[in-house]
Every structure is written in C-alpha cells, then in structure tokens.
C-alpha cells in the first residue's frame, strides 16, 4: 500500500505505463480532500444525467411502453415506468438507437398506429412493427419533462431522410412536411434540439459501416442540410467506439469534416468484470477518465483554427454491460443485465469522473433506460430498480452547478489502470451555496475515514447524508426485495473541517449549505 498526495491531474497521466496486476492491500490509512469553492473545472451541465431508449428487446415494448397492459395509460405508457422514469430526473432521452437507428426510417413510425408497416429489424434480427414513432416518442419525452435526442439514418439512410426528419420535427407551417406532421395530430413543431449523426459508424457491426473518410464526406453533407432546416440544432458527430482500433485517428479525422457544423463528439463505454476481480474492476474509471483527455486533446487540436465555436464530448452510451452480452443476443429477452452492488459503485464512478471533467462533458447517457442494460426492470406485473438506479438517480437529482478540482490525498493500490489506483474516488460540486460531495470506497473490506477541508469557506450546520450500499459486493435487487438501495442520515458539520468514514464497498453523497 502507499499513500500518496495525488492531485487528480497527475495520477491519470501514469494510467498508460502502469506496471500490473499486484495484489490489492487493504485499505488502513486515511484520506484527505482540500476544496476550494473558486478552483473551478467548468459547470456540470444537466445533460450529464440523460439515458437512452432503443427499439432492442424489452427497452420500449414491454418497457416504457406496454399497449394492453391494465398498467398502461391511453397512450400505451406504462404508469409505473413513467414513475419510476421521472424519479430518476433523466435529464436527456435519446433515441431510436443505437445500432436500431442505422436502419430506420422514420416515416414508418408516424401516422394511424394500424397502418404501420412492420419491418425487418436487422441490427437485434426481429421484426419492427412501428407501433412506437416520432409522436410518442416526443410525446414521452414532454411527460416526463425531458429534453429529447435524436439519432438520425447515416447507416442506410440519405441525406434527404435526414433533412426531412429535422423538418418534420422542428419546421413550424407551410411544408408538406411540416403539413403532415399537422395532419398526424401535432400543430406546432417539437423544436428538438440534439440530433445525432449516426451510431457507431466506425464499427463494422454497423449496418452502412464506412471509414472515417466516407463517414465524414458524408456527414458533413447531412450536417449542412439538417442545419439549413433549423439552425438553432445540435448535432452530434459520430465518434470512435471502438477503443482497440483506430480510435484517434477516426475521431481525428471525423472532427476535421464537422467541426463547423457538430457541437459534441459521441464516445461510448461499456465495461464489465468477467475475471471477477473487484479491486480491477472498481479501477475502471480511471481507463474512462483517460479516454475523456485523450478526446479533449484531440478536440482541442482540431478546433485549434475554428473560432467562434465549441466542441464538446457526448458519451452518450455508457454503462457496465457484460453478462448478456455475445453473438446469441438475438431477439426478444436480449441484454437484460441483472446488476449487482459492485456494478452500482461503477456506475459512481463514471458519473464522478463526468463531474470531474465538467469542462469537455456536456452529454452523457447511461445506456439503457428500461429492461435492456437498464435500472429499471419490468415484468408484466410490475418493476424493480436495480442497484444502479440509486447512484444516477442521487447524482441527477443534487450534483449541479460548478464542478470543483480536488486535492485529493488517498491511499491507492496497483491496478492495470494504474499503480497509483485511489482507494476513493471523488467529485465535488457547488451551487449558490450548497456543497455536494460524491465519494466512492474501492475498498471491498475497509473503512475509509475522509477529512474533507475546506479552503475559502466553513461548514454551518447539518449535512445530509446518503449512501448506497448493501451487504455484499454481489447483493443485487429483485421483484421481492432491495438488498442494495439509498439510506439517509444527517450530520452535523462546522468549521473548515468535516471528518467522516465511508464504509468498505460504498457510495456516498454529502450535501450541505457551506457559509
Ligand atoms: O446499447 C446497446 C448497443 O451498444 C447499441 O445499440 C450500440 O450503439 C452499442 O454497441
């Protein structure tokens, strides 16, 4: 074990030479965390707590949408998905897809339900029956109050279907386009905002897979078109998800035909733990944190003659997602992940390190919403959160403002991420007075007492405490109980310093008013 003073800039910078693999040490020393409420990242915008909805197993029909079902409404959404849906404060919904939308057409989706066509779904290899389009989709979105993402055809699709789509949605009047959205029931036109420009593309698993040359000629010119039809959009360049292959040089290249017209590069990340070593898998963050400078730097290089604009990433598919994972993912009951306490510790992590890089992460969508790798599962009778739930739900619902940089003095351990690896990992965040703190303790066996200090300001009284937690690594939640979810405590807190233990295998947020 060592115990380092790690400022978090300079312990990422050793990820790529870390020697591996010693054996994790517990954990018995303590940590320290200096805050300073003007040493700002950059603001921590919303959109970093968005989600994701594809036509791909259980997601929509069975999921958030359930036609028949005594617990649906008028519209076919399910109630208690809807509920469970508007705790969790998703802040942005993307949608068709995923590899789905590479082969979408979105004008099978819109008018009288019954006359639909059903299609060949290619991508999960099941037939498409259109029964939930463009008008539920937005109509969803608007109940649950949720800004809406979508991800245009640049598989299969053409330019015009692109343009067309933009128009349909955000063309006020006096189009046949915008006509006939006006005659399947919607007068005034969505104004969606966030447009993505294909999924995946670098990925030969893509339905209409290109290089990065043709995907970039060929965005560009949807780019343009999309733009022209509503200028106040925003759309989203497909960047590499494929981190074994060229990964630099497609996002490179991608950036250099679309920085005059995309705002957001898009990254995925799915990880997993199948060697089932905790200590590892708790590390992995830190491979996250590294791609996200990685993508910054490339971003800042390309954007390096461009004025006037900004360019952000969008890692708008990430989650833990290993188990119903391989090539018999066909069909129905595909990619229903059962998550553990493990998994939901991840899941902190990757949301700690969008807050600490709050400067370049504007768009982040845990990857899916329901059913399908997923915190919320259904049956026909009902649902259950799963584990991961409590963590993005805590984050959405109390992590705004101003993302602070950390001092962070911590025990660590060697992983393949780093031999420096952190036994906690934390982000801060302050809001008009409010200081909110996300602490995780990788360690599986061990408290971890923390001394957060404070560098310009003094704790003034009570500070909320929540925790998730459970009562082992792998306790995961079901139809009949919750081993792993949120408690809540207060503590008391007054001047500079605010001593508390987190317990082995935690989350933990403290939120409280600084004066
Ligand atoms: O989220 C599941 C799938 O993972 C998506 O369809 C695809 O974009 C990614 O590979």
């Not at 029909?61 to 008028?74: M, R």
């Not at 005034?188 to 905002?193: G, L, N």
Request: net charge neutral.
């Amino acid at each position: 074990m060592s115990n380092g003073s790690i400022s978090r800039r300079a312990f990422t910078s050793t990820l790529l030479s870390a020697p591996l693999l010693l054996k994790a040490q517990p954990s018995s020393r303590e940590a320290r965390v200096k805050i300073d409420t003007e040493r700002v990242i950059g603001e921590i915008d919303p959109k970093i707590y968005g989600n994701f909805t594809e036509h791909l197993g259980r997601c929509i029909e069975g999921g958030i949408f359930e036609e028949n079902s005594p617990l649906s409404d008028a519209n076919g959404f399910r109630k208690d998905v809807l509920k469970a849906v508007e705790d969790l404060h998703v802040s942005l919904l993307r949608w068709p897809g995923g590899n789905f939308s590479s082969n979408y057409n979105w004008r099978d989706g819109i008018g009288p339900r019954d006359q639909r066509p059903a299609r060949l779904e290619m991508a999960w290899g099941t037939v498409e029956d259109n029964r939930f389009g463009t008008h539920e989709f937005l109509q969803y979105c608007e109940t649950i109050r949720t800004e809406p993402y979508l991800c245009a055809n640049f598989g299969t699709g053409s330019w015009d279907e692109a343009q067309q789509w933009v128009e349909y949605c955000n063309y006020p009047d006096g189009t046949a386009t915008s006509k006939l959205r006006q005659k399947n029931g919607r007068e005034q036109p969505w104004k969606v905002k966030y447009w993505g420009l294909g999924n995946e593309m670098d990925g030969p698993w893509q339905m209409g897979h290109r290089t990065a040359e043709d995907y970039g000629k060929f965005a560009l010119e949807g780019a343009k078109l999309m733009r022209w039809t509503d200028p106040t959009i925003k759309l989203v360049a497909a960047g590499s998800s494929n981190y074994a292959a060229d990964w630099i040089g497609w996002n490179r290249t991608v950036l250099e035909y679309l920085k005059h017209h995309a705002g957001y590069l898009s990254l995925h990340m799915y990880v997993g733990n199948p060697q089932n070593n905790f200590e590892e898998f708790l590390a992995s963050s830190l491979e996250l944190d590294q791609r996200t400078k990685i993508a910054e730097g490339i971003i800042r290089g390309a954007m390096s003659d461009v004025s006037n604009r900004q360019m952000y990433i969008a890692w708008d598919e990430w989650n833990v997602w290993y188990r119903a994972r391989g090539s018999n993912e066909r069909g129905r009951r595909i990619l229903e992940e059962h998550y553990n306490l493990e998994d939901a510790l991840v899941v902190a992590t990757f949301l700690n390190t969008f807050v600490n890089n709050a400067n370049i992460v504007k768009i982040a969508n845990m990857a899916q919403l329901v059913n399908v790798i997923a915190p919320i599962f259904t049956s026909e009778n009902g649902l259950y959160l799963q584990t991961i739930y409590y963590p993005l739900q805590l984050f959405a619902t109390n992590s705004f403002g101003n993302a602070l940089e950390l001092f962070v003095d911590a025990p660590t351990y060697s992983t393949k991420h780093s031999p420096k690896t952190p036994y906690l990992d934390v982000s801060a965040a302050y809001d008009r007075g409010t200081l909110v703190l996300n602490a995780v303790n990788r360690s599986r066996t061990d408290n971890l007492p923390v001394t957060f200090e404070l560098e310009d300001k003094q704790f003034s009284g009570e500070f909320e405490v929540a925790e998730v937690n459970g009562p082992d690594i792998k306790s995961e939640n079901n139809f009949n109980s919750s081993l792993v979810k949120t408690t809540r405590k207060t503590v008391q807190a007054s001047g500079s310093r605010l001593r508390y233990q987190l317990p082995p295998h935690s989350y933990t947020m403290l939120k409280g008013k600084l004066a």
